[in-house]
């Protein structure tokens, strides 16, 4: 009787060629949240350590890649805390994101109400008559 890391194993073997399987590795490895959103990122993340499990073997290891990944507003935040697990870590980063895209949509609104208010300033040349 097969236990399921065994059959895992023959199925990946089966399913995913070496040459596949490395191409996953370097992808994972060189993985960046860059601009995909704080949600798409951890799916990608998850899809590719399948590749490398001896990146991830423990949960500590699995959060600190994870973080490396990040993009430096999100990673910033959540360096300052400590997480018991990667599921906290990731809800606490989809928060994290969420304030900070919600910070930069209220600061584009009230530039462009700003630009709206400024009154109108005819400009003239020099040679023109006043």
Do not use: C
């Not at 430096?72 to 990667?86: C, D, L, P, S």
């Amino acid at each position: 009787m097969l236990i399921w890391n065994q059959l895992k194993a023959l199925m990946d073997a089966q399913y995913y060629p070496q040459d596949v399987r490395r191409a996953k590795e370097w992808e994972f490895l060189r993985l960046k949240q860059g601009e995909i959103s704080v949600v798409e990122y951890p799916t990608k993340f998850n899809e590719l350590s399948h590749f490398t499990p001896n990146q991830v073997a423990t949960e500590e290891m699995r959060i600190d890649h994870f973080e490396q990944g990040l993009r430096g507003e999100v990673k910033q935040i959540k360096a300052r805390h400590t997480y018991v697990n990667f599921q906290e870590m990731y809800q606490k980063g989809v928060k994290v994101a969420r304030i900070i895209n919600e910070t930069e949509i209220e600061n584009r609104e009230k530039k462009a109400s700003k630009e709206k208010v400024r009154p109108w300033r005819i400009q003239f040349s020099g040679k023109q008559k006043l």
